[in-house]
């Protein structure tokens, strides 16, 4: 069992930065593909971004060189450094594990995730 806790949200004016954290319980954390997922209000949840075990890394290309995804398993987490930002970017952002290692970018492919956290962008 993983528990993850992602914080860091809040409002900021478009252009602006933020940076999600995201900590995970337990032993195995190096073992497991980490995500981000963000779902906005009367849409579907989307994937964000993704690292596997190894350090490959996977974003949607409307976050492509604005986003960055990192992980510290020294520390249990997972980051996600958010550059430029726009009000298309509003949404709560879910943090997700999954075991076995690999990259992964689908939705159904995750099995732990947090309870989100707020991400409001102004114009």
């Known amino acids: 069992q993983v528990q993850l806790v992602e914080s860091g949200g809040g409002l900021v004016q478009a252009g602006g930065s933020l940076r999600l954290s995201c900590a995970a319980s337990g032993r195995t954390f190096s073992s497991y593909a980490m995500g981000w997922f963000r779902q906005a209000p009367g849409k579907e949840r989307e994937f964000v971004a993704a690292?596997?075990?190894?350090?490959?890394?996977s974003y949607v290309d409307s976050v492509k060189g604005r986003f960055t995804i990192s992980r510290d398993n020294a520390k249990n987490t997972v980051y996600l450094q958010m550059n430029n930002l726009i009000p298309e970017d509003t949404a709560v952002y879910y943090c997700?594990?999954?075991?076995?290692?690999?990259?992964?970018?689908?939705?159904?492919?995750?099995?732990?995730w947090g309870q989100g956290t707020q991400v409001t962008v102004s114009s």
């Open positions: 997700a594990a999954t075991p076995g290692g690999a990259l992964r970018t689908r939705l159904s492919e995750y099995i732990y």
């Open positions: 690292i596997s075990r190894s350090g490959g890394i």
